[in-house]
């Protein structure tokens, strides 16, 4: 499974769990997975675009994940919060790998 969509399912997982003290938490996972789905369709429709819209599809999934990074950080409060922070690095790492290639210039 593609790392994108694993931190996709990531947010869900977490957003489901917030307990019901958490709105603004639940609230903010859940804007977040939808835009972490919205950057990746653009990264999928990009890919047989020019390069410039290839790097800036790539940016805004990059910002998409690190948003979730930073989200997962403050509303992550099951046992799995260490696990889910390194697979959301992980995104992001492979995602800065995949612009690297994409965007030569």
């Known amino acids: 499974m593609n790392i994108a969509v694993r931190a996709l399912l990531l947010a869900g997982m977490i957003a489901a769990s917030v307990d019901a003290a958490s709105a603004a938490c639940r609230e903010d996972l859940v804007a977040t997975s939808q835009n972490l789905k919205r950057t990746r369709e653009g990264m999928e429709s990009a890919a047989s675009g020019t390069e410039a819209a290839k790097c800036a599809a790539y940016r805004r999934h990059v910002a998409s994940l690190t948003q979730v990074r930073a989200v997962f950080a403050r509303c992550d409060t099951s046992a799995d919060k260490a696990?889910?922070?390194?697979?959301?690095?992980?995104?992001?790492?492979?995602?800065?790998?995949?612009?690297?290639?994409?965007?030569k210039k």
């Open 83 to 103: 696990k889910s922070a390194a697979q959301v690095g992980a995104a992001i790492a492979e995602v800065n790998k995949q612009a690297q290639q994409a965007c």
